[in-house]
């Protein structure tokens, strides 16, 4: 049995519920003009190329390696590329106990593609 389905045991989640919302563009930047925290799961040099300003930058592959050992506040977007390791990253939030978690389904690809600018480091 893996970490996350220990958890969902743990915490009497089913297997296939998702306690995560799933939204697009429109949705996540007026969630991101309230305030809620946005966390990037690219790997590193997708990163460099643009992400989404504010956003901060923890590689999935961390948070697999070590989830308990991330922290992340309530209210927070994951972000990837379109949206599907930031969905992964959602579901180990959620099975750790962080509230009001949000996967940016369409990523970084939506923010660009709708000429929003892009931070670099």
């Keep these: ?10 915490r ?3 297997q296939q519920e998702t306690s995560f919302r799933d939204l697009q563009l429109d949705e996540v930047k007026k969630l ?3 305030g809620y925290d946005v966390v990037d799961v690219r ?10 300003p504010g956003a901060r930058h923890v590689v999935l592959s961390s948070i697999l390696a070590n989830p308990t050992g991330q922290k992340f ?8 590329q ?26 970084t690809k939506a923010w660009k593609d709708a ?4 931070d670099k480091p």
Aim: with cysteine; aromatic share 8%; proline share 2%.
């Design 1 to 10: 049995m893996d970490w996350l389905t220990r958890t969902r045991s743990n």
């Design 12 to 14: 009497g989640m089913a």
């Design 32 to 34: 991101i003009d309230d």
């Design 43 to 52: 790997e590193d040099w997708e990163w460099n190329k643009g992400h989404v």
């Design 73 to 80: 506040e309530d209210q927070t977007i994951f972000v990837c």
């Design 82 to 107: 379109a949206g599907e390791r930031s969905a992964v990253a959602s579901e180990m939030a959620v099975a750790l106990g962080v509230k009001d978690v949000v996967n940016f389904r369409g990523g």
């Design 115 to 118: 000429g929003l600018p892009l």
